[in-house]
């Protein structure tokens, strides 16, 4: 069974370079499109800077956190998420109830054997 992982959004941080999760057509530019943080504006909003190939600046302006994809360059490690539902205080029901259905180390475990038709 796959595991789910956790969509954590990491925090945008200083000379981040993200990408846009939505258009702006109003200022010529498509999601996806790559910039970098050159500015902490407020809480959550950012100057972020669009540059070209030669390193012309071709937009700056300011984004909230929900517009920006932090992008990565190394491998990272996703967490594993919660399971859907299960509070703290349910988990650690969930392991009382798993330590008392689960065998003593040593027990005999009932094996059931398949019945196969010659």
Same mark, same amino acid.
């Given at each position: 069974?796959?595991?789910? $992982? !956790?969509?954590?959004?990491? *925090? +945008?941080?200083?000379? %981040?370079?993200?990408?846009? @999760? ?18 902490? $504006? !407020?809480?959550?909003?950012? *100057? +972020?800077?669009?540059? %070209?190939?030669?390193?012309? @600046? ?61």
């Amino acid at each position: 069974m796959a595991t789910k $992982l !956790a969509s954590v959004k990491p *925090e +945008v941080k200083l000379l %981040d370079v993200i990408a846009l @999760t939505k258009d702006l057509p109003e200022r010529g530019l498509l999601r996806g499109q790559v910039g970098t943080v050159v500015e902490l $504006l !407020a809480p959550n909003v950012f *100057e +972020v800077e669009f540059s %070209d190939d030669e390193g012309r @600046t071709y937009a700056s302006l300011a984004l909230r956190a929900s517009q920006l994809l932090v992008l990565h360059h190394q491998f990272v490690k996703p967490r594993a998420a919660e399971p859907h539902g299960k509070s703290p205080a349910r988990r650690r029901h969930s392991k009382k109830r798993e330590a008392i259905y689960k065998p003593a180390v040593g027990a005999a475990v009932p094996v059931r054997e398949s019945k196969r038709t010659p």
